[in-house]
Nanobody, 123 residues
C-alpha cells in the first residue's frame, strides 16, 4: 500500500520558517516528479511547488523566493522549506507524487496524495 505522510507543520509567527517533510512508503518515487499543494479554508487546493525526477524545480509566483522544494531519493522523501512566512500562507499542505518524471502544477496528474499537515502563520 502506497502512503505519503507529511510532517513538520505547526504554528509560526509571520516572518518565521518551517520545513515540511513528506515520507513515501510502499514504492519508490525516485523516477517521478513530486509536488506540494495547499488548501486554505473556503478556497480551492492550489499548487505550491514541484520537483522533477532530475531535481528541476517549479514554484507558484506567490511563494517564489521564499519556499524551496528538495528531494532525497535515498530516503524516498520530499521537503518544503518555507521562509519568511506570511499569514496568507496559512493552509493545509499536501504532498503528492506524479505519474511522470517532469513537474507540473496540474493536480490532476498526481497519482498519490498525503493526508495533509496544517500550517498556521500568525500576524
Amino acid at each position: 500500500q502506497v502512503q505519503l505522510v507529511e510532517s513538520g507543520g505547526g504554528l509560526v509567527q509571520a516572518g518565521g520558517s518551517l520545513k515540511l517533510s513528506c515520507a513515501a512508503s510502499g514504492r519508490t518515487f525516485s523516477s517521478t516528479a513530486l509536488g506540494w499543494f495547499r488548501q486554505a479554508p473556503g478556497k480551492e487546493r492550489e499548487f505550491v511547488a514541484a520537483i522533477s525526477r532530475s531535481s528541476l524545480t517549479y514554484y507558484a509566483d506567490s511563494v517564489k523566493g521564499r519556499f524551496s522544494i528538495s528531494r532525497d531519493n535515498a530516503k524516498n522523501t520530499v521537503y518544503l522549506q518555507m521562509n519568511n512566512l506570511k499569514p496568507e500562507d496559512t493552509a493545509v499542505y499536501y504532498c503528492a507524487a506524479d505519474r511522470l518524471p517532469y513537474y507540473t502544477a496540474n493536480p490532476g496528474r498526481y497519482e498519490y496524495w498525503g493526508q495533509g499537515t496544517q500550517v498556521t502563520v500568525s500576524s
